[in-house]
């Protein structure tokens, strides 16, 4: 079983930058993939990005170039830097993890507010 935990939201303004982080615990050898995904008021869950175990990345066409998923394996962290930020961007976003044997694991959430 793997414990996700989220920290780094916060209310920034249009154009501001702020870093997630999530901290895994548990059974983090069998860790695969991890991701964000974001969900905001009456909207679907989305991905934001995701990391292979191997540093491959994948990105919403929304943020890309904008957002930057990175990951400690080491830390057992991974990290979503996040500039330019726009009203849109505003949503809970969620740390996932998937193990090699295809169990996911979900944190809590934390709120990013961007400002205009």
């Known amino acids: 079983q793997v414990q996700l935990v989220e920290s780094g939201g916060d209310l920034v303004q249009v154009g501001g930058s702020l870093r997630l982080s999530c901290a895994a615990s548990?059974?983090?050898?069998?860790?695969?993939?991890m991701g964000w995904y974001r969900q905001a008021p009456g909207k679907q869950r989305e991905l934001v990005a995701r990391i292979s175990s191997s540093g491959n990345t994948l990105y919403a066409y929304s943020v890309q170039g904008r957002f930057t998923i990175s990951r400690d394996n080491a830390k057992n962290t991974v990290y979503l830097q996040m500039n330019s930020l726009k009203p849109e961007d505003t949503a809970v976003y969620y740390c996932n993890s998937r193990t090699n044997g295809n169990r996911i694991s979900w944190g809590q959430g934390t709120q990013v507010t961007v400002s205009s």
């Open positions: 548990g059974s983090t050898f069998s860790i695969d993939d």
